[in-house]
């Protein structure tokens, strides 16, 4: 990291669904304004694991949800939405939204314990007195969302997993449930830092129609 002249190194880690969903655009613009700059990234499925990078001094920028706890500078870039994936031919396709207690009913494509959406989810449904029938269990919510796509049974991913455009039915949580995206550093004073978050602010969080009636071509497509 170096926050004096057009040079320098930036080390950059993220939640691995959003690489093409949030950093694409601002890196690419990076790599053409400023070639001098050594742009390193580094993916994670656990905030926490993250955060325990950036303390370790393991990358000088987070980008993600947010962590169970940290000393570190954080700032928020918007709120994320959380969907229900399922297939086409699933009855919750015929839907507008599915209240959480109907999870209950179905087959579940969960998380892997070390993916944050893993402990996430455990903890989301426990609140609403709510238990799942889990079927299979996965690390990267695009692989969850493809799989209940093909037919595998109903999952929860964040929209950032659907830039890959799986072939799936998308339907918002009733009610609507979000999550904050924040960039988390240890040096926000640093002037690449500065001048990385600033560009993430000005592209703003992707959004994703989540009443689409799916995602192979029939409703709108994301955006951004």
């Not at 390193?40 to 706890?69: K, Y």
């Not at 889990?134 to 950032?160: K, Y």
Request: aromatic share 4%; charged share 25%.
């Amino acid at each position: 990291m170096s926050g004096k002249g057009s040079g320098g190194r930036l080390r950059i880690a993220c939640a691995e669904t959003m690489t093409a969903w949030l950093l694409v655009s601002v890196l690419r613009r990076w790599r053409t304004r400023w070639p001098d700059v050594r742009l390193d990234l580094l993916e994670f499925t656990s905030a926490d694991r993250m955060v325990e990078h950036l303390m370790a001094d393991g990358a000088d920028l987070v980008a993600g949800p947010e962590p169970t706890a940290t000393s570190a500078h954080m700032e928020a870039l918007g709120r994320e939405e959380m969907v229900v994936v399922t297939s086409p031919g699933h009855p919750f396709a015929d839907r507008e939204s599915i209240p959480v207690p109907d999870l209950a009913r179905v087959p579940f494509v969960h998380y892997d314990p070390e993916n944050g959406m893993g402990v996430w989810i455990d903890q989301f449904v426990a609140a609403r007195q709510t238990s799942l029938t889990v079927v299979l269990r996965t690390r990267s919510p695009r692989t969850a969302a493809q799989l209940a796509g093909a037919g595998m049974g109903v999952t929860i991913v964040p929209v950032s997993a659907l830039a890959g455009r799986p072939s799936a039915v998308v339907r918002r949580l009733e009610p609507r449930v979000h999550r904050d995206i924040l960039a988390i550093t240890m040096v926000p004073s640093d002037a690449l830092v500065r001048r990385f978050i600033a560009d993430l602010r000005r592209r703003g969080l992707p959004t994703v129609d989540t009443a689409a009636r799916d995602r192979s071509g029939e409703g709108p497509a994301a955006r951004g």
